[in-house]
C-alpha cells in the first residue's frame, strides 16, 4: 500500500482526487482465485508467488486540461522478481484481444508493455484506455488512464507511470 501513487504524487493541474473510500482498496490474492476460478486462479499464485496487491482509482477534478478523466494504479507485489515478470506474461490486459499492445519493450523500470483500448461510443467520438506496466524488482506496477481520446494521450499515463516507478524505488531489494 506505501507504494500506491496519492493524490500529491500526480500532476496537479488536472486536480485529481479520489471521490470516495472505495476508490482504494487492497486485491488480494482470494480475489485473484475468485475472478480466474480456484484452480486456474491457485495455479497463477503458486507459478508467480502473488504476494498481495493494492489499487487506487483517481477522478479528474478540472475540463480544463488535458488528462484522463480516470486513473488508476495497482500496485502487486511478489516473492522475486521473476514472479513479476512472469505474471506480466500470463496476467495483462493486452493478452486479450481488446487491448493493442503500443510498445512491448519501453524503457522503464526492468520491463515495460504499453497497450491500449479504443472503443466508438454512440457519438461517433472514442474512449480510450492506456495502460503501462512496469516491473520493478519484486513488484508489478500498472497505471491506466481512461478518458475521451481527443483529451489526452499515451504520453500523459506515461508521465505518471514514471512518478510511480520512482515511488516504488524505495522498495527494499529481493534477491532474484
Known amino acids: 500500500e506505501e507504494f500506491l501513487l496519492e493524490k500529491e504524487d ?4 488536472a486536480k485529481y482526487y479520489i471521490p470516495n473510500s472505495s476508490w482504494k482498496s487492497p ?3 482470494s480475489e485473484v482465485i ?3 476460478g480456484k484452480e486456474k486462479g491457485q495455479e497463477y499464485l503458486e507459478i508467480t508467488g502473488r504476494i ?3 489499487v487506487i482509482y483517481f477522478a479528474r477534478g478540472t475540463s480544463t486540461v488535458r488528462a484522463p478523466e480516470q ?3 495497482n500496485i502487486i507485489q511478489y516473492e522475486t522478481a521473476a514472479g513479476a515478470q512472469l505474471a506480466m506474461e500470463m496476467d ?3 493478452l486479450t484481444v481488446e487491448y ?10 526492468e520491463r515495460t508493455i504499453i497497450s491500449k483500448y479504443r472503443e466508438m461510443q454512440p457519438s461517433g467520438e472514442y474512449t480510450v484506455i492506456y495502460l503501462v506496466e512496469t516491473t520493478y524488482r519484486n513488484y508489478q506496477s500498472r497505471v491506466a488512464g481512461w478518458g475521451w481520446e481527443k483529451e489526452y ?5 506515461i508521465r505518471v507511470a514514471k512518478i510511480a516507478l520512482e515511488k516504488l524505488k524505495e522498495a527494499p531489494l529481493v534477491e532474484p
Do not use: A
Open 10 to 13: 500526480l500532476p496537479s493541474e
Open 27 to 29: 486485491h488480494r490474492n
Open 34 to 36: 475468485s475472478g480466474w
Open 52 to 54: 498481495d496487491g493494492w
Open 71 to 73: 486513473l488508476n494504479h
Open 92 to 94: 495483462s490486459p493486452y
Open 100 to 109: 493493442q499492445i503500443v510498445d512491448d519493450n519501453y524503457e522503464l523500470g
Open 153 to 157: 494521450d499515451m504520453d500523459y499515463v
